[in-house]
């Protein structure tokens, strides 16, 4: 999507917290979601935040959201090879049912 | 009902043959979508459905393209004539529309579509 915008990669090392970085131009987005894609597989749904708070917090996961910025992140504690897939932050299309995903972020833990 | 189902999970085409997909979604949702990701990209809109009724459909959906949820639960996307610029992964979701919800939507596995 032209108006999601992430980094295409990052590396970090096993029992590290990874931050995974997500900008968007549209303010008027009611929720914004983070989707986790494995290879070859679909996408599964981590966490979504509300567009009146500022952290979100569910077990490693943390989201935060910078709302006079448009910039919305993805913390993972204790980062494990598990969580090696691509990260992809989404936002509701403006007017309508559908989402609007960011390029995704490869996230690539070494053990 | 575990999750989001699809059908056939890869298929490999020849150029100009038809192919069609199907995805079960979660038994009591109401809204059902398609997207189309190519490699190194986040999924695209297509269409979806709110029960059987097909409320909005994106510019990526050609005239060769063609949706049905017939009766309100499975649905199919037909693609006729598949040109290689078709080679995608065909993604479905689910979702329970309620007022003010999150709107969380649940993706199926895919389908990965090779036209040869």
């Known amino acids: 999507g032209e108006d999601v915008e992430q980094s295409l990669f990052l590396s970090v090392r096993e029992g590290d917290s990874s931050v995974i970085n997500c900008t968007y131009t549209?303010?008027?987005?009611?929720?914004l979601y983070w989707y986790k894609q494995e290879p070859g597989a679909g996408l599964q749904l981590l966490t979504y935040?509300?567009?009146?708070?500022d952290m979100k917090q569910d077990q490693r996961l943390t989201v935060l959201l910078n709302k006079k910025d448009k910039h919305l992140s993805l913390r993972i504690a204790d980062t494990q090879t598990g969580d090696s897939a691509i990260y992809f932050c989404?936002?509701?299309?403006?007017?309508?049912?559908?989402?609007?995903f960011g390029s995704g972020t490869r996230l690539q833990v070494q053990p | 009902d575990t999750g989001v189902s699809q059908d056939p999970r890869h298929k490999i085409t020849k150029r100009g043959q038809n192919v069609t997909f199907r995805c079960d979604p979660i038994?009591?949702?109401?809204?059902l979508y398609w997207y189309r990701q190519t490699l190194g990209q986040g999924p695209e809109f297509l269409t979806y459905?709110?029960?059987?009724?097909?409320?909005?459909k994106s510019r990526l959906l050609s005239d060769r393209f063609s949706a049905e949820r017939p009766k309100g639960s499975f649905s199919t996307l037909e693609i006729q004539r598949t040109e290689q610029g078709d080679s995608a992964m065909y993604l479905c979701?689910?979702?329970?529309?309620?007022?003010?919800?999150?709107?969380?939507?649940?993706f199926g596995p895919g389908t990965r579509l090779t036209v040869l």
């Open positions: 979701a689910s979702s329970l529309e309620e007022a003010g919800g999150p709107r969380e939507q649940f």
């Open positions: 549209d303010s008027s987005s009611t929720y």
């Open positions: 459905f709110q029960n059987e009724a097909q409320l909005e």
């Open positions: 935040i509300f567009s009146n708070m």
């Open positions: 038994s009591e949702h109401n809204r």
């Open positions: 989404a936002r509701p299309d403006t007017g309508r049912r559908a989402l609007t």
